[in-house]
Every structure is written in structure tokens, then in C-alpha cells.
């Protein structure tokens, strides 16, 4: 089945404890980017990433970075996570051909007390 | 900078009932998406939307795309619980860009 696993789905941590959420897509695509979802801001992209080795800031890069050393893992790292990181994260695909859609993960809920 | 503004933002209706959800721009888009985003889930891909004036129809929702090809709504008839959710259109990345525009999202509520 074609699909982007996140995980965990859930995690609770403490300021400044870093923490890396898993991104794996199946689909050999080329494109993978990261997204917070937050209420009253919609998703906001914090990184993409266009093939391996090649990544770039989104809108709110800010206390995230990313790595792309194979093409189906795009695993997103938080090295000293605050509070104001506590959001809805969701990873996303794509074959960045025209009028493709971006297949989403099932989210990673994080709160950093 | 391209932005992509829906409204209403929240809609809580009965089962039955008739709505409509809209996304606009003042950026032309080459085609614009429309996903369904269930609680607890990622957002799915409904549909997309390519030529100006095109209606496309998926069981009871029908989208249209604006003839100038800068807005995009959502029509649902006889609403069912089922359609609960966050509805969000989205315009793919412009050339020399990789980054899809999203709208600000329409949280529909279904109640029976």
C-alpha cells in the first residue's frame, strides 16, 4: 500500500531534550516536505526537500532541522525543542509533476512542556 | 506572494443541508486542490481542479474552478456526518518554486 509513515503519532517531551520524528514514503517520490499545523494558522511548511541531499527552508524553519540521505526517509529533528514547537507535525510527498497530489502522513502530535 | 483565503472558516450545519465552502485568490493558479483533512489524520486529496469554468463531481460534492482561474469552491448537497472535516484547497508550487499554497481551511461540522 502506498503510504508515509510518521512516527510516533504521539510525543510528550521537555524543553531542550532533542527529538527526531521518522518520515518514510513507499512511493519512490522525489519531493517530501514538513508541515506544523497549528489552529488559526493552517499548515505552514518548515522544510522541503527535492532529492537526496537537496533540502531547503520553508516558512518557519526556525529550531528544526532535516536530512535527506535516502530518497524515501526525510526525518525531521528538533535539537532543542520549546515550548512554542508544541504542534500537529505532518510530512508530505510528492512526485512533483504537475497536478500531483501531496500524500500526507497521519501526524506526530508533540508537546514540549 | 500567492495566498489562498477560504471561507466561511467554520460551518456547522444539520445532516441534509446544502453548503458551500470557497477559496480565493487574487493569483492565478495553473490548477488548485482540494483536500479532506478527517480528525486525527492527514489530509487526503479529493480533487483537482486544471482548466478555468471546469466543474468536476465526486458523489454529492461538486467542485468548480473560477474562469479565470483564481478561485475554486466546494459544494456539498445533503450533508452526512461523514463529510466532518477540515477542507482545505491548495495551488501547486509556481515555476522555480517548490511550495504548495494552502488555504486557510474550513472546519465543517455534521450534525445529525
Known amino acids: 500500500e502506498a503510504q508515509v509513515t510518521q512516527n510516533p503519532r504521539y510525543l510528550i517531551t521537555v524543553t531542550g531534550k532533542k527529538l527526531t520524528v521518522t518520515c518514510s514514503q513507499n512511493?519512490?517520490?522525489?519531493?517530501m516536505s514538513w508541515y506544523r499545523q497549528d489552529p488559526g494558522l493552517g499548515l505552514r511548511q518548515i522544510y522541503y526537500s527535492m532529492n537526496v541531499e537537496v533540502t531547503d527552508k520553508g516558512d518557519v524553519p526556525e529550531g528544526y532541522k532535516v536530512s535527506r540521505k535516502e530518497k524515501r526517509n526525510f526525518p525531521l529533528i528538533l535539537e532543542s525543542p520549546s515550548p512554542n514547537q508544541t504542534s500537529l507535525y505532518f510530512c508530505?510527498?510528492?512526485?512533483?509533476?504537475?497536478?500531483?497530489?501531496?500524500?500526507f502522513g497521519n501526524g506526530t502530535r508533540l508537546t514540549v512542556t | 506572494t500567492q495566498l489562498l483565503e477560504q471561507s466561511p472558516q467554520f460551518l456547522s450545519i444539520q445532516e441534509g443541508e446544502n453548503l458551500t465552502v470557497y477559496c480565493n485568490s487574487s493569483?492565478?493558479?495553473?490548477?488548485l486542490q482540494w483536500y479532506r483533512q478527517e480528525p486525527g489524520e492527514g489530509p487526503v486529496l479529493l480533487v483537482t481542479?486544471?482548466?478555468?469554468?471546469e466543474v468536476k463531481k465526486l458523489k454529492r460534492l461538486t467542485f468548480q474552478f473560477g474562469d479565470a482561474r483564481k478561485d475554486s469552491s466546494l459544494h456539498i448537497t445533503a450533508a452526512q456526518t461523514g463529510d466532518t472535516g477540515l477542507y482545505l484547497c491548495?495551488?501547486?508550487?509556481?515555476?522555480?518554486?517548490?511550495?504548495?499554497?494552502f488555504g486557510t481551511g474550513t472546519r465543517l461540522k455534521v450534525l445529525a
Open positions: 493569483s492565478v493558479f495553473s490548477s
Open positions: 508530505a510527498s510528492s512526485l512533483m509533476r504537475e497536478q500531483t497530489p501531496l500524500h
Open positions: 512511493m519512490n517520490h522525489e519531493y
Open positions: 491548495a495551488g501547486p508550487p509556481t515555476s522555480g518554486t517548490y511550495k504548495y499554497i
Open positions: 481542479v486544471v482548466t478555468g469554468g
